[in-house]
């Protein structure tokens, strides 16, 4: 039986296209794996607003940042308390302010937000940097 005889040349060349390919796709593996680690854990900033008509797109739902929205809009120093209210059509789900008191409650209740009982909401701004070693990647390969 005949072998065929291969030129190192070609060998060595091929050899060092796939060590080329390899290289990149173990950079592309790394940057994947990266950021899918830290997708559910990107910053968020929080900007607070008050709403006076109708109802939030984006409830504040934890009493901590119930409080933590009205210290940052002026509303009101004191930590906001439940509002003892299970259901109520008069008063607006999650956080809200009544006569410059702060309440919370779970979202159990079904009232809009009104002059007399101003809802402070949230909405949420993704802060992209994170993602930037991923674009130098991208670019540089």
């Known amino acids: 039986m005949k072998t065929a005889r291969v030129d190192p040349k070609a060998w060595f060349s ?3 296209t796939f060590l080329h390919w390899a290289k990149i796709s173990v950079v592309f593996a790394a940057s994947a794996a990266l950021l899918l680690a830290g997708a559910g854990t990107v910053p968020k900033t929080y900007n607070y607003f008050e709403v006076n008509v109708g109802t939030c797109d984006y409830p504040i739902t934890s009493g901590r940042d119930c409080s ?3 210290s940052v809009l002026g509303v009101s120093p004191l930590a906001a308390r439940g509002d003892g209210l299970v259901g109520s059509a008069d008063a607006p789900p999650y956080c809200y302010a009544e006569d410059g008191i702060m309440k919370f409650n779970p979202g159990s209740n079904r ?3 009104s002059e007399e009982k ?6 949420a ?3 992209w940097y994170i993602y930037g070693p991923a674009a130098v990647v991208g670019v540089a390969s």
């Open 14 to 16: 091929a050899e060092r």
């Open 125 to 127: 701004e993704r802060d």
């Open 118 to 123: 101003t809802c402070l909401c949230q909405e």
């Open 68 to 70: 933590a929205a009205a």
């Open 111 to 113: 009232g809009i937000c």
